[in-house]
């Protein structure tokens, strides 16, 4: 929803009759928040009603997955590099942390698909930790390479293809919703000029999807339908992403991270400024690598502090991360509210003095306490949160 988009051919005026070599097409109005919200208005070759069969399957971890039952309040640290995961895009994924308004999770497929998915339970968000490829989804193709946002919107079907090393993502699923915070817009919609990215940012679809036997498979066709996280599978007779064209403000679009603007104060600045999409009670943040801080005096590393309505998840994409100890690449911590926390022992000190930090890192922080699911805490350092201690004499 950054602004207007059109693919391929559309009638003038919505709502009237439109027809290709004489055959009139199917028009489909999909619209958010009842007929309120935002929508986009597609022209389908064949209407994408023709399933001719449906059934139920399951994706333990993913669909359904367990909550971890004994949750005492401290630290938590997911080392996801100690996920091994395999399959399709369906079957690789797993939900690691969740709350009633995001589901926090990993994909990491070892082979491309033929069916889609429909999530009828929220915005994704998905991060490419590893990989390039492109998503194919029902508004058009979305390239995507590492450390790109991908968003696709509810009840927008999609799948993942690659060529070559096999991708991983960190994927967060909006309940209500997920989109760029509405304090970057202006009353007309348009990014501000001190937002942390501009309009040009954004990578929107530029090619409708082409059928190909070889990419697609035949029919049936299989699209997988997500909602209440249970999933059922509607096998299609007719290849059902085949559009004339599209426009509106409902479209997946890519970002990449290392195009977000970092800020720099001239003492620390609270981790808000880092704030890149918002969704209904949790936001999710870029920490990119910066100039930092710059008053004589000034420390650069964050504060200890407890901010006392939210919990924090933090992802380990790159660079030194200079208030962790402990922590690499495909970390994942979970710091609860309730409890203050900040920089290990002498990670605070060190920073003194530093011109630019090379982190990289996503962030997420929810209103609603976040539980780990039993997926989550078998990957868990679960001594992490004693690793504050300052030991005798060290
Ligand atoms: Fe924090």
């Known amino acids: 929803m950054i602004q207007r988009h059109t693919l391929g051919k559309i009638p003038p005026q919505p709502h009237t009759a439109f027809y290709e070599d004489g055959k009139l097409l199917m028009e489909h109005c999909h619209t958010r928040e009842g007929f309120d919200g935002a929508f986009s208005i597609l022209y389908y070759r064949i209407p994408p009603t023709d399933e001719n069969a449906v059934e139920m399957i399951t994706i333990p971890g993913f669909c359904p997955f367990e909550k971890l039952e004994e949750q005492p309040l401290h630290r938590r640290h997911a080392v996801t590099l100690k996920l091994k995961l395999s399959g399709d895009f369906l079957d690789a994924r797993r939900t690691l942390m969740f709350n009633s308004d995001v589901h926090i999770g990993m994909a990491k497929p070892s082979k491309t698909s033929t069916r889609f998915l429909t999530n009828g339970d929220g915005d994704e968000l998905y991060f490419a930790y590893k990989g390039s490829g492109r998503f194919e989804t029902l508004l058009g193709v979305l390239p995507f390479k590492e450390h790109d946002y991908i968003h696709i919107p509810r009840g927008i079907p999609y799948r993942i293809h690659w060529e070559g090393s096999n991708p991983e993502f960190l994927i967060f699923e909006g309940r209500g919703f997920i989109d760029i915070p509405k304090e970057y817009r202006n009353r007309y919609g348009q990014i501000t000029m001190y937002a942390p990215f ?162 990289l890192a996503v962030m997420c922080d929810t209103y609603k306490q976040l539980y780990m699911t039993k997926v989550g805490h078998d990957i868990e350092d679960k001594d992490y949160h004693l690793t504050w201690i300052e030991k005798e004499g060290g």
């Open 198 to 359: 501009c309009q040009r940012d954004f990578r929107l679809p530029e090619n409708l999807l082409e059928y190909s036997e070889a990419l697609h498979g035949k029919a049936p066709y299989h699209l997988v339908v997500k909602r209440e996280d249970q999933l059922t599978v509607h096998l299609h007779q007719h290849f059902p992403y085949d559009l004339v064209g599209w426009d509106g403000y409902v479209y997946p679009f890519a970002f990449n991270m290392h195009d977000f603007h970092p800020k720099t104060g001239y003492i620390h600045l609270p981790p808000t400024t880092h704030t890149h999409f918002a969704g209904n009670q949790f936001v999710v943040c870029s920490f990119v690598p910066r100039h930092v801080d710059f008053a004589p005096q000034a420390i650069p590393c964050p504060y200890g502090h407890a901010s006392v309505h939210m919990d924090e998840v933090l992802f380990y994409v790159a660079g030194n991360f200079t208030s962790r100890k402990g922590i690499d690449s495909g970390s994942m911590s979970l710091h609860p509210a309730g409890i203050p926390h900040g920089p290990h022992p002498g990670t605070y000190e060190a920073s003194i003095g530093q011109k630019k930090t090379s982190e």
